[in-house]
């Protein structure tokens, strides 16, 4: 039984996006004041605020940590602000983690798929958590130069590795076709590596970050040249065929400017002009920046790093277009933090002194201390809510996204008497006291029919047995509409043993009447086994009344994106605004 309804939605449904920006700035906004007054509070009692960001070691930070600390809280600043575009409660999900899951080792696409039937259980919550817990480690790294600004970068590390394994599905190791160009080996790769030498005894800064650093970036490189030299890979190719023409096609097809669209499609043509000698340009900078970043440190080198800040801009802006446009971009894509690691790591900073401070100290201190006690506050706020999601119930944010919102009316129900499958009479109200919810199935539908079934079967077990609550379902199928149909259709769901659960049926008369009162279109054909019904539900209040009217056309079962508990959350909160608890 396919339903009448579109069976699709935007990924900037107007109604998601409205109850998105409620949740995030005027919810999140009041928590997040409010755990930022507590904090003061507490601060100002035990004098912190007046010694804030004055500690000697922090003071006295290495140059290098400074510039490493406060690029990559502006970048976590800058990811968190991409999570508050509209699109990415319904889009995240499926559009940006699903594909992740293609061609990983079973254990990660379990993995994997967990975490989006998670995310699109709770896409308001999670999504509002994503960016103020991004923001605010962003602003801790970028204003505290001690204790503080380590606990954030512990966090931060936490966050970017679950990102990467999850998010990424271990930063495209794994992924068909993909490359260091491309996105490989994750951008929040290079946010962990930044994250531990941050979290990290500052003394210790000095001495190893600089080449350790550069070492690792080292391998990167090397990693990447046996991707790029790969012929599956597609770069060796001419034309149209080739990798980086093809990947340009895709990335100008997003909306974005003009000018940046052209540099992308002029590339891209280029690489399919030149083929295979295009690829060797990238080979060869790929091994001049594996061979130098491995001898800087020793060497004292820099042009190494200019080498490496240089290719990636470029290729930032040729390859990965910017990677801020399409309204999913969740981060500036890989090529800038690891530009960014590898400036910080530049040997010409080890041994310079550290940056000083120009604001007088107070000033710095007490400034400090508000902008931290405002991101602790994004910080705790994050972290409570998507803790709490995890034990909540399902939102309703893809079933409205899917169906819309229920209609609330307060018309008297038509009254019908049809036959319940155990061949007794059942007239619509007969319980005294008792609500009743009104669908239509068809008796032979394998599709839509049983998830309905299943979310009346949830909405019982949610309210238990004793409740006042009759659920009926009308028979919607002209060609199979005889109690042994009902009968099986019920003993095949397991519905027999559902409290007050009557499907009812009758003639093809009676049936029609019902059908038209309740504005039910139902079409069928004689060559097609089920018939084509409208998909609504009808909330009635003891008195006979319908008090909403419920449209439910439940996703395609093929999709990640089941509405099924959100529907039940939708019809168990109309039933307690009806009056039922």
Not at 112 to 133: K, R
Not at 181 to 200: C, Q, S
Not at 239 to 244: D, R, V
Not at 570 to 578: D, G, I
Request: contains cysteine; proline residues 5%.
């Amino acid at each position: 039984m396919p339903g009448m309804g579109p069976n699709s939605y935007s990924i900037t449904n107007p109604l998601v996006t409205s109850l998105f920006k409620h949740s995030a700035f005027v919810t999140g906004g009041m928590w997040i004041i409010g755990i930022a007054f507590i904090v003061m509070v507490i601060g100002v009692a035990t004098r912190r605020v007046l010694v804030f960001n004055l500690s000697d070691l922090g003071l006295a930070e290495p140059r290098s940590r400074t510039y490493l600390r406060v690029a990559f809280g502006v970048m976590w600043v800058v990811d968190g602000l991409l999570q508050f575009q509209v699109s990415m409660p319904l889009g995240l999900g499926n559009l940006v983690v699903a594909p992740a899951a293609d061609g990983t080792p079973s254990w990660l696409h379990r993995l994997i798929t967990h975490g989006v039937v998670i995310w699109n259980s709770h896409p308001i919550a999670l999504a509002d958590g994503a960016a103020w817990i991004q923001v605010g480690v962003g602003i801790l790294l970028v204003i505290s130069n001690a204790k503080v600004g380590r606990a954030a970068a512990a966090v931060s590390v936490g966050w970017a590795a679950l990102i990467w394994l999850v998010g990424n599905g271990a930063g495209g190791f794994f992924t068909p076709g993909n490359n260091f160009l491309f996105g490989w080996p994750g951008a929040t790769f290079f946010y962990v590596i930044a994250g531990v030498w941050l979290a990290l005894d500052p003394r210790y800064f000095p001495e190893r970050f600089s080449r350790v650093t550069l070492r690792i970036l080292s391998v990167v490189f090397a990693g990447a040249i046996v991707y790029q030299v790969l012929p599956s890979r597609g770069f060796w190719r001419g034309g149209n065929a080739n990798a980086l023409t093809k990947m340009s096609r895709s990335m100008t097809s997003l909306a974005q400017p003009h000018w940046l669209s052209d540099v992308v499609r002029q590339v891209g043509v280029l690489a399919g002009t030149m083929g295979g000698g295009y690829n060797i340009v990238i080979i060869l900078w790929l091994g001049a920046c594996a061979v130098g970043l491995w001898m800087a440190s020793d060497r004292g080198w820099r042009w190494p790093i200019w080498m490496v800040v240089a290719g990636c801009v470029y290729f930032w802006i040729t390859v990965q277009d910017a990677a801020i446009f399409g309204g999913l971009a969740t981060d500036l894509n890989s090529l800038v933090p690891l530009a960014l690691l590898t400036l910080c790591a530049s040997p010409q900073w080890v041994a310079r002194e550290p940056l000083r401070r120009r604001l007088p100290r107070e000033l710095r201190a007490s400034t400090g201390a508000v902008l931290v006690s405002f991101a602790t506050g994004m910080v705790a706020f994050a972290v409570i809510s998507m803790s709490l999601t995890t034990f909540a119930a399902a939102e309703t944010t893809l079933y409205l996204a899917q169906n819309g919102s229920a209609s609330a009316t307060n018309t008297a129900a038509p009254g019908f008497t049809l036959t319940d499958q155990n061949r007794a009479p059942y007239t619509l109200g007969e319980h005294q006291g008792h609500y009743t919810v009104v669908t239509f199935l068809d008796p032979v539908c394998y599709t839509d029919c049983p998830l309905l079934a299943a979310q009346l079967k949830s909405v019982s077990e949610n309210f238990g047995p004793a409740a006042p609550l009759d659920l009926v379902a009308v028979a919607a199928n002209p060609l199979h509409e005889t109690v042994a149909n009902v009968r099986h259709f019920m003993q095949l769901h397991a519905l027999a043993r559902v409290k007050n659960f009557y499907f009812v049926t009758g003639s093809l008369k009676s049936l029609t009447r019902v059908w038209d009162q309740y504005g039910i279109q139902v079409i069928s054909s004689p060559k097609a086994t089920m018939s084509v019904h409208s998909d609504l539900m009808f909330v009635i209040d003891p008195e006979g009344r319908i008090k909403w009217i419920v449209p439910d056309d439940p996703i395609n079962a093929t999709s990640l994106l089941s509405s099924q508990s959100s529907a039940v959350s939708e019809l168990t909160s109309l039933l307690h605004a009806a009056g039922l608890h």
